[in-house]
């Protein structure tokens, strides 16, 4: 079976931990590509809260450069184990 793009949710939980490796595995066997999705639950758990200060816009953005952390690192893990070209 070809598989054109194969997405994956990451993060550093445990359940989570090892589907990065798994679905670059698949997307390399199948000549596909793997697309790595990080939601930062955070700021999705928080929308009660937000507000337009200046306060909370530093706060997402320190979720989001968290985030882009944990794709980099998972990018490097992929990387690592010969899974991306």
């Given amino acids: 079976m070809n598989f054109g793009s194969v997405l994956c949710i990451t993060s550093d939980s445990e359940p989570l931990g090892k589907t990065d490796i798994e679905a670059a595995k698949i997307a390399k066997m199948s000549g596909g590509r793997i697309i790595l999705l990080h939601v930062v639950e955070k700021w999705r758990n928080s929308e009660f809260l937000v507000t337009d200060s200046p306060e909370w816009k530093t706060v997402h953005e320190d979720w989001l450069a968290e985030?882009?952390?944990?794709?980099?690192?998972?990018?490097?893990?992929?990387?690592?184990q010969g899974l991306y070209s």
């Fill in 67 to 80: 985030g882009m952390e944990l794709l980099e690192r998972k990018e490097e893990l992929v990387r690592a």
